[in-house]
T-cell receptor
C-alpha cells in the first residue's frame, strides 16, 4: 500500500502570510496522483488541489499551489495570502492501493493550521 | 453545502440498537465510499462501491453492513456497535470508478456516539 507522511502536527501563521504545508509520499507506482483536502471543524472534507505524477507543471488553484518535487517524493501545499478562514486541518492523500479499479484514499496524519490576526 | 448529503448529522445510540446512516448524491457518480474518522486522526477507508457493487471491504467488522440500493444512494447499517465505534463517518463519491486521478467529493459526515 501507498504511504503519506505529514510531519507538521500544527502550525501558527500570521494572517496574509504565505504558508507551506509539507507532504512526502511513498509509492512504487510510476503513475500516481496527490490530493490535498481541507477539513474545518465542522467535519466536511473539502477538495483543494490535485497533482498528477506526469503533469509537467505544478498544479495551481486560486491561492493554492503545489510545490511538487518528484525525485524527492514531496508534494507540499502552498497557501498564499492566508486568511482567517484558512484555519483548519489539512490532509495530503493518495490512492490506497496500486493498480486499477475503484480505490479509496490513504491520508497523512494532517496538519492543523491556525491563522492568527 | 456539499453535493454529497449525509443523514443524520448526529446520532447517539446504545450498543444494542440498530440504526442506519444514509448518503445521497445526484452528480451521477458511480463510485461511493465510506470512511471512519476518529478524533484527531485521518479518515480511514471502510468500504468502496463501484457501479453499485461492493469492490473493497477493508476488513471491517460485520456489525457494519453497507448497502448500495442504487447509483445515488449508499447506506451503512449499524448493529451491536461498541463504544470504540464512536467516530465521524464520512461518505464520499467519485464520478468514474476507474479514474484514480479524479477527486473524491465528501459529505459533511455523521457524528456517531455509542453509549
Amino acid at each position: 500500500a501507498q504511504k503519506i507522511t505529514q510531519t507538521q502536527p500544527g502550525m501558527f501563521v500570521q494572517e496574509k502570510e504565505a504558508v507551506t504545508l509539507d507532504c512526502t509520499y511513498d509509492t512504487s507506482d510510476q503513475s500516481y496522483g496527490l490530493f490535498w483536502y481541507k477539513q474545518p471543524s465542522s467535519g466536511e472534507m473539502i477538495f483543494l488541489i490535485y497533482q498528477g505524477s506526469y503533469d509537467e507543471q505544478n498544479a495551481t488553484e486560486g491561492r493554492y499551489s503545489l510545490n511538487f518535487q518528484k525525485a524527492r517524493k514531496s508534494a507540499n501545499l502552498v497557501i498564499s495570502a492566508s486568511q482567517l478562514g484558512d484555519s483548519a486541518m489539512y490532509f495530503c492523500a493518495m490512492r490506497l492501493y496500486s493498480g486499477g479499479g475503484a480505490d479509496g484514499l490513504t491520508f497523512g496524519k494532517g496538519t492543523h493550521l491556525i491563522i492568527q490576526p | 453545502d456539499t453535493e454529497v448529503t449525509q443523514t443524520p448529522k448526529h446520532l447517539v445510540m446504545g450498543m444494542t440498537n440498530k440504526k442506519s446512516l444514509k448518503c445521497e448524491q445526484h452528480m451521477g457518480h458511480r463510485a461511493m465510499y465510506w470512511y471512519k474518522q476518529k478524533a484527531k486522526k485521518p479518515p480511514e477507508l471502510m468500504f468502496v462501491y463501484s457501479y453499485e457493487k461492493l469492490s473493497i471491504n477493508e476488513s471491517v467488522p460485520s456489525r457494519f453492513s453497507p448497502e448500495c440500493p442504487n447509483s445515488s444512494l449508499l447506506n451503512l447499517h449499524l448493529h451491536a456497535l461498541q463504544p470504540e465505534d464512536s467516530a465521524l463517518y464520512l461518505c464520499a463519491s467519485r464520478e468514474d470508478p476507474t479514474d484514480p486521478n479524479q477527486p473524491q467529493h465528501f459529505g459533511d459526515g455523521t457524528r456517531l456516539s455509542i453509549l
